[in-house]
């Protein structure tokens, strides 16, 4: 908050020398206090299921237990060291996306086995969850229909199923989620997810791609969240040269919608 506000103040008296100097050490500043976040968060995120299992380790080790009662407690465990490995795992994929260039138009991936396995995994995860969302995807009459896109396949496939997967999780059970594939006048084309879930209030959208920020912390937790889909998200898409829109009412849903440009793309016919 601080910095930001000595950057205005600066503006205001002009750019000299001495000036530019001083705004340099103001976004060093600002860099250095994200990456103070950055550690505290990480640590946090990893210390609370830690200190849960550490706690349940003690119980088993010092309280005569039933077997029956035994295996609830390893169960619990298992759940904060999936929580951790997630957390972790999120973060990898994040420092990876980092340290690598941008995918180049080397690599052509067709969309329809794309978007089929994404369906598959909504499927799969609203059967765990026992949601039976009306789930919708798009129908092609031949999957060459569905075109190509130039980029990574790994990442692309982690981006699409983190929007879908977020649908899922944050949809009420007799809600419903549709995913679109739609070309444009203009060659581009639109991946976008719309659910009838809680929505996010104007406030906290902004917000949503940055690491660790959860609207609402337990909901997060109680279905797998991490807090770092979004930001994996964010990254994949600006590495495509693509766009994320995020539409939301609260109280009615949202919609996520990455638009991939026309240079990435290619349909049945043409090259
Ligand atoms: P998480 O692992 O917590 O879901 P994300 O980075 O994927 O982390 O999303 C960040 C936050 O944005 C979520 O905690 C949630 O509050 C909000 N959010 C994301 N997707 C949706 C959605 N489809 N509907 C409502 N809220 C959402």
Known sequence: GRAARMSIQLCAYGAGQKLML?????????????????????SHEIRT????????????QTLPLEAQEQSRYLALMAQQAQRM?????????????EASPPPGL????????????????????????????????????????????????????????NLVGNAVRYTPADGS???QWAWQ?????????????????????????????????SR????????????????VVQRHGAQLVVESTPGKGSNFSIRFPALRLRRAGSC
């Not at 340099?24 to 990480?42: G, H, I, P, S």
């Open 22 to 42: 001083t705004r340099d050490v103001t976004a060093a500043e600002q860099a250095e206090a994200m990456r103070r976040d950055f550690v505290a968060n990480v």
């Open 49 to 60: 299921p830690l200190t849960v299992l550490a706690g349940f380790v003690e119980t088993l």
């Open 85 to 97: 490995q997630r957390v972790v795992e999120g973060l990898l994929a994040l420092s990876r996306l």
């Open 106 to 161: 080397a690599q052509w991936l067709p969309v329809a086995p794309l978007l089929e396995r994404c369906e598959q995994e909504a499927t799969a995860l609203a059967a765990v969850m026992g949601r039976q969302h009306v789930l919708r995807f798009p129908r092609f009459s031949a999957p060459e229909d569905a075109g190509e896109i130039a980029g990574g396949a790994a990442e692309l496939h982690s981006a699409l199923s």
């Open 177 to 179: 989620i549709e995913v």
């Open 185 to 217: 006048p203009d060659g581009d084309a639109v991946f976008s997810v719309r659910d009838t879930g809680p929505g996010i209030e104007a406030e906290h959208l902004p917000r949503v791609t940055e690491r660790f920020y959860r609207v609402d912390r």
């Open 220 to 235: 997060s937790r109680d279905t797998g969240g991490t807090g770092l889909g979004l930001a994996i998200v964010k990254h």
